[in-house]
C-alpha cells in the first residue's frame, strides 16, 4: 500500500498500526468490503476530517450505524480503489459537499488506524485518515438515514471525548493532525 510509504508514525501506536496494514495489504488478503457489515473480516476505510480553516473547529457526526461520535467516512469500494476517491464519494453521499483537500495533508493520509468494530458484524476496519477543509456554514445537510445529527468542536473537546463514545484511535488522530496544522 504505497499511501503509507510517506507517513511517518506519529507514536508507536500508528507504527504498528502501518506495519499490521502494509502487511495486510501485501499479503494478497481482499482489501475491499463485499458484503456488508463484515465480509472480509479486515477491509479498508477512508475517514475525512472535516476542518473549518476560519475556525480549526472539527466536524463529527452522530453515526448511528456505528453509535459512535465519528468523523464521516467509508468503505473503500472496489470501484473507487483510490481511498481519495472513497473520501470524495462519500463526503457528496454524507455531507452533500465537495472535497477540498486541507493543505498540508493534501490528498494523502495524515494517518492510519485499525480497529475492531463493535456490536454486531464486528470486522476490522484499516483506516485511512485524510483531512479536508470546510466552513460550517457550507455544510448545512447531513444524511440523515446515516447520522443522527452533526457538530463543530475544538480539536481539544474531539481528543476528550470518552474512548467508549468514538473511535479509539480518534484522539490520536486528531493530536497528529494539529501537530501537521501547527507546522
Known amino acids: 500500500m504505497g499511501l503509507l510509504d510517506g507517513l511517518r508514525p506519529a507514536d508507536g501506536i500508528e507504527a504498528a498500526h502501518r506495519r499490521y496494514a502494509r502487511d495486510w495489504a501485501v499479503g494478497g488478503a481482499p482489501l475491499y468490503r463485499v458484503r456488508k457489515p463484515d465480509v472480509p473480516a479486515v477491509h479498508l476505510v477512508a475517514y475525512f476530517t472535516v476542518v473549518d480553516p476560519r475556525t480549526g473547529r472539527l466536524l463529527l457526526t452522530d453515526h448511528r450505524g456505528a453509535g459512535l461520535r465519528l468523523p464521516p467516512g467509508g468503505h473503500v469500494e472496489p470501484a473507487d480503489r483510490d481511498p481519495w476517491a472513497t473520501v470524495v464519494r462519500e463526503c457528496r453521499e454524507e455531507l452533500f459537499a465537495e472535497a477540498i483537500p ?3 495533508t493534501g490528498r494523502t493520509p495524515f ?8 456490536g454486531a458484524g464486528s470486522h476490522t476496519d484499516v483506516s485511512l485518515w ?3 477543509q470546510a466552513g460550517a456554514e457550507e455544510i448545512t445537510r447531513y444524511d440523515t438515514r446515516e447520522f443522527a445529527g452533526i ?9 476528550a471525548l470518552a474512548p467508549d463514545t468514538t473511535d479509539p484511535n480518534l ?13
Do not use: I
Not at 494517518?111 to 463493535?118: E, G, H, I, Y
Not at 457538530?151 to 481528543?159: I, K, L, Q, S
Not at 484522539?171 to 507546522?183: G, Q, S, Y
Open 111 to 118: 494517518f492510519v488506524s485499525v480497529a475492531r468494530t463493535r
Open 171 to 183: 484522539d490520536r488522530a486528531v493530536r497528529r493532525l494539529t501537530t501537521l496544522l501547527e507546522a
Open 130 to 132: 485524510y483531512a479536508v
Open 151 to 159: 457538530g463543530w468542536v475544538p480539536p481539544g473537546d474531539a481528543r
Open 102 to 104: 486541507l493543505e498540508p
